[in-house]
């Protein structure tokens, strides 16, 4: 994957924003749980035996006769899980444009995280194993990890998944919760994508969900204009005729808004951020755009 | 017939079925591009959710363009059946002229009938195998040649057969009766006579002229023969050829039992194309029963027509009197301005005592229920004329002759659309007779003849007689007057059927040797050749002999190539009435101009065929 300059420069203006603190792994920019030295006041806490008796406050003690100690917030890195599903409906080569913009939403989002110096991890779901980045110097294996799992991906012989699984064994991997970045269709039953959610809000993550949705899923056949089609589901194989006309396109996209909406919902419910895409034209343009509508990055 | 049926019956039923098979086909193509088109989608999450009858694909939806190739292969369908139609069952009806005309040689050695039967041949062989033919000769009546319905190469081998006759055609009402008969798609007709432009015209008819040279033709003829009285002869001849001639005119007189006499009568005379030649030969004084006229001079090779050169008269004389029936008196009919006829005014109970022979004028009386001598009937009063025949109620205004037999001798010199006729009783002609001038109004004019004689019927005034004052009229009545007179000194009879006198037995040639005539009625002869007939009349004290020729200046004069004169008015309806097939074509275009839209809106959209 080879980014432009000019996206590059794009991207250099985005910035990290978290709606809460977490723990972080090292000093970074976010404001962390963590209290102690950093520059802005935090609280008064009574002095403890082992305290340094360089923090405490002399002043109030000579007013209060208390020995207090001034803490600060600390400001420390974030940890950015980048969780792509890999399932047939992402990765058939006849969806490859949904795979496309999933990962260039995932390089994007690393690219802003590794530059503000936030250890991203991507897992790719049913994919190789998801190495952990620390640095902007890792921006290039990055790339090649997302090569190398499109290599292994975007294939017709790829297997379907059970994404619910693959979800929960991709979270008992996070080691420091964080900002956790959901990118799938979400094309499975509400009960999968409640479990698939569930497993990275059990680790007690900022879950922030991106529906990537191709053409051909926004509306049934695209483009066609046949009376009738064949449709193959790429997850089973199952083939069935349809007969594609103003009326069932129509009742397709009702059933579709209506499965959104019921996830959307359910994101609303649980303090889960929820975007939905549409993988259609360049999927550079379509992940700046996505980015945006996030509210992730600013 | 509703018109669906009759369209349907004109079609070729079996080709219909490209229709429903092209649509099939159609469903099918349109049907199967969609499944080629296999779409893969995420997930049949929603799919499964959506009505049976939508995933089912029960439903066929096609574009607009299905609907626009479907209508091209329909269309493309009924103009197949259509032209097939046309061609495998058609019916056509080969008539050939074989009148006296056709006997005329061309230059290339060959008759007229020979072209026309080599040029019907190959038309026959050439047409679409599955055409039927039936073959017919048409001289002085229709005769059908072969079996009907026969194959091209069979008519072709039919037509090499046959053999012109001596007769006058009848071409006109032969053409008629086949157009209206209905049983035939097409006639073509193969005569010496141009066909008039707008006959051309109709679909169902084909006239093909023998092409011929008439201004290099040369002929010369007799065109009547009289007996004078003191034994001599008085001989019209008529010549056609592009500059005067010499000939050489001749009689050879018998005596009853067939011994030449002695005295030879001959006279060498020059012909002129411009009018006809009237030659008096003799007396002769030898007495004579019959006699051969010949005319020679123009050389064999020069002259078209041989057959026509030699005349038969007997010199028996019947008289020439005519009877009248009439309120009117010989003078208000204008009678003695007739020259050759004596007219004596009878009362009707005189008729009886009429010998056999005998000509009668019946002007505005009904005339007994059954003939008994040859009669004109003028404008007879409104009832039944006997005979199965009728008379209409009289209708006033200028009546116009619409359809005619021009071949007939009654018609002779004579233009009848030149007729005006003023008052009008319409006429149902007797079963005897038929229509010889005909109006919109009905029938004008009825002639023909049993074994009592010939009958003519007018149901127009034709007296009195004022000659040059409607001369048109006049010609008729002088025609019609020498009809039923059948004067005796120029010839009795006209080769072809002719009717002898009841009971007549031993009939037989008396001259030229030839085989007896064949008896085709009770008192019908078949006479196949000009000469003496000799018969013995029932009950008669001695044989009667009677003289027929070939005497018709319409086949005669080569260089006289009349258009046929078939009445368009009554024979277009017909021949629209089979028609539809005419639509084929249209069929066809409707089908292409779709095909051509068609094309035009993908190459619009400049997509690839098939491709969406």
Known sequence: MQLSPETLRLLSAFALRTRRSFYGIRQGSHRSQR????????????????????YIDWNLFARSDKLLVKRYLEEENVALYIVIDG????????????????????????????????????????????????????FGPLTSFLSEATTMLVTPEAQSLN???????AATRVTFPGICLILSDFLYPLEQVISVLGAFRARNMEVHAVQVLGKTDQSLGGDLRSSGITIADSETGEVRGLSLDTESRATYAELLNEHTEKIREHCRAHRVQFTSVVADGAPADAGISALTQMGLFV | MTIFGFAFSALAPWLLLGAPLGAAILVWAYRYRGTANEVVISTFLLVRRLPELMTARKRFSPPPQFWLELAIVALLSLAAAGISAMQAGEKIAIVLDSSLSMLAKEPSGGTRFESAARIASADAVQRF???????????ASLQRASESGISGPAAALAIRGLKPTLSPDRLDSAIYSLLNDGSYDSVWVYTDKAAPEGLMSLAKLKVTSIPTDTGATRNAWIRSVSSLPAGALSVDIGVVGPAPATARLTADCFDSSGVPVREHSGKTIQLSPASPTTVQLGPIREPWSYCSVSVQGLSAGEESLLVDNEAWVTSDSAGSTIRVVSPLTPDELGLPRIQGYSFERISPEALPSLSAGA???????????????????????????????????????????????????????????????????????PELSQQILSSSAGDLVCAGEDRSGRLVVTGFEIFPFDGLLSPTVSIFTLNALKWIAQVPSTASGAVGPAT??????????????????EQQGDSTFDISTPGIIAFSPQGGPAPQIRAFNIFSDEESNLSDTESLSVSLASVEPQARARAPFACAPWFALIAWLLLAIDIARRAIRASAWGAR
Not at chain 1, 105 to 128: E, R
Request: positive net charge; contains cysteine.
């Open chain 1, 35 to 54: 209290r102690g030295h950093g520059m802005e006041f935090a609280e008064f806490r009574n002095y403890e035996l082992g305290d340094n008796p360089r």
């Open chain 2, 359 to 429: 000509a009668v004028i019946f002007h505005r009386t009904a005339p007994p229920p059954e003939l008994t001598a040859s009669s004109l009937v003028v404008m007879p009063p409104t009832g039944p004329l006997g005979l199965s025949g009728s008379v209409g109620i009289e209708a006033s205004g200028t009546a116009s002759v619409t359809r005619w037999s021009s071949s007939h001798p009654l018609l002779q010199y004579l233009n009848p659309t030149l007729l005006s006729i003023s008052r009008v009783r319409p006429l149902r002609c």
């Open chain 2, 500 to 517: 002898l006198p009841e009971g007549a037995t031993n009939v037989r040639y008396l001259a030229p040797s030839a085989p007896p005539p």
């Open chain 2, 129 to 139: 195998a599955r055409s039927r033919f039936t073959v017919f000769t048409a001289a």
């Open chain 1, 87 to 138: 399932s047939r409906s992402m990765t058939h080569p006849s969806l490859r444009e949904k795979w496309d913009l999933a990962s260039h939403i995932s390089a994007f989002a690393s690219f802003i995280g590794l530059a503000n110096k936030d250890p991203v991890t991507i897992s790719v779901l049913g994919g190789p194993h998801s190495p952990r980045f620390w640095s902007g110097k890792a």
């Open chain 1, 163 to 169: 994404l619910p699984e693959e979800a929960r064994r």
